[in-house]
């Protein structure tokens, strides 16, 4: 049963650079959610598909931010002309519809450490 | 307002002893869920436990249970019988607008966190 992954792990960029994240979620899930994680804080939402649709944005995702999901599968989240506050991890999650509370939680992978110099 | 209020930055606990995560939520919806994940110093959010806002009694799942008080919008995490595996960072979370066809709101709104510390 393999769970949320996302490549690549880490990335160093420099400032001005464009950077692409993919996440592959859980095989049976169709809700695919974005999150930004800053030391100390907890994850921030950006974005939510539900199959191939986006469904929700947050303010956080500025037009430099694109985020898709083409087939409903995997998605990409590009940031364009990178700038050092943009410096975080970036988590992806899944889930699955429903009503048993399980299938409510959001399932994530291990994240994409994002360093902008 | 911040939706999600963890008050304690750092906890301390012996192997074995149980200890209380804090949380306070706010939300003007009747229908909501709460959830608690886990995150080792690897990095990866582990979920632990989910609560809906109707239900009656408190989410238990083996060491891990919710003492949900509804009035006073808590939602504690309860772990029994620490384990020094237990040390990592805890974040309550919170997604509103849990209907009865599930949610149309994707959004989790997190906590800043409490670092848990088991010492043996």
């Known amino acids: 049963d393999t769970g949320v992954s996302q490549n690549p792990r880490h990335k160093i960029t420099k400032r001005g650079q464009n950077v692409t994240f993919r996440c592959d979620p859980i095989?049976?899930?169709?809700?695919l959610y974005w999150y930004r994680q800053t030391l100390g804080q907890g994850p921030e939402f950006l974005t939510y598909f539900q199959n191939e649709a986006q469904l929700e944005k947050s303010r956080l995702l500025s037009d430099r931010f694109s985020a898709e999901r083409p087939k409903g599968s995997f998605s990409t989240l590009e940031i364009q002309r990178t700038e050092q506050g943009d410096s975080a991890m970036y988590l992806c999650a899944s889930s699955s519809p429903g009503r048993a509370a399980l299938s409510m939680a959001q399932y994530f992978g291990p994240g994409t450490r994002l360093l902008v110099l | 307002a911040q939706k999600i209020t963890q008050t304690q930055p750092g906890m301390f606990v012996q192997e074995k002893e149980a200890v209380t995560l804090d949380c306070t939520y706010d939300?003007?919806?009747?229908?909501?869920?709460l959830f608690w994940y886990k995150q080792p110093s690897s990095g990866e959010m582990i979920f632990l436990i989910y609560?809906?806002?109707?239900?009656?009694q408190n989410a238990t799942e083996g060491r891990y249970s919710l003492n949900f008080q509804k009035a006073r919008k808590s939602a504690n995490l309860v772990i029994s019988a620490s384990q020094l595996g237990d040390s990592a960072m805890y974040f309550c979370?919170?997604?509103?607008?849990?209907?009865?066809?599930?949610?149309?709101?994707?959004?989790?709104?997190f906590g800043r966190g409490t670092q848990l510390t088991v010492w043996p």
């Open positions: 979370a919170m997604r509103e607008g849990m209907g009865d066809r599930g949610s149309t709101l994707g959004r989790l709104y």
């Open positions: 095989s049976e899930h169709n809700r």
């Open positions: 939300t003007s919806d009747q229908s909501y869920g």
């Open positions: 609560q809906g806002s109707y239900d009656e």
